[in-house]
């Protein structure tokens, strides 16, 4: 499984989907994992969008079906602001260069990626950071990679996206709502 690729996939998917703007089916409940918002204060008038948040999960699927993939999104459709978060777990061994690099390479492959960070350089724990734009909006993500004791990749990734309605409005909510997202803990040393 390619833990890179399915996070990357998750800013794509999900501005894909948010940019057709199709209105969300009634509340459908989403499988929740322990907390599917991670530590993000989503606002209380940001709702639940199971489609962003299905296209998001689909996409991680599509890529690598052998993942367990678990997939929310929020967003104030009238200003036009999405935030979606993907937790992944994988099942096959990987190195974190690897999964990095892979990541990459799959955002730079669907978006224009204009700021990408990626800290520290540790073997079994990463956090990644980047600004993109493409299929008609603009957004930040935050991805938190770690690998277990076995070398089996884990990740958690938030994307907040916005298209051209208010802009400025969703980017001025976008930074402190990634800020917030709890990033994965590095595996404990073996003695």
């Not at 399915?6 to 209105?23: E, F, N, Q």
């Not at 999964?99 to 990644?128: C, F, N, R, Y």
Request: aromatic share 4%; with cysteine.
């Amino acid at each position: 499984m390619d833990v890179a690729r399915l996070i990357g996939v998750l800013a794509l998917a999900g501005c894909t989907s948010a940019a057709a703007d199709a209105p969300p089916p009634a509340a459908e409940a989403i499988a929740a994992k322990d907390e599917p918002r991670h530590g993000i204060d989503v606002p209380a008038v940001w709702k639940e969008l199971p489609t962003v948040a299905e296209a998001a999960s689909g996409a991680a699927l599509a890529i690598a079906a052998d993942a367990e993939v678990h997939a929310h999104a929020w967003g104030e459709t009238a200003r036009g602001c999405f935030l979606a978060i993907v937790a992944l777990d994988g099942v096959r061994r990987d190195t974190m260069a690897g999964v990095v690099k892979t990541m990459q390479a799959a955002i730079d492959d669907g978006l224009e990626v204009q700021e990408w960070t990626s800290s520290p350089d540790a073997e079994d724990h990463a956090e990644l950071q980047a600004r993109f734009t493409g299929h008609g909006t603009r957004g930040q993500l935050r991805a938190s990679l770690v690998l277990d004791a076995r070398r089996i990749p884990h990740a958690l990734a938030a994307a907040c996206f916005y298209n051209d309605r208010q802009p400025s409005v969703c980017e001025n909510a976008c930074t402190p709502l990634l800020a917030q997202l709890q990033l994965l803990e590095p595996p404990p040393a073996t003695p």
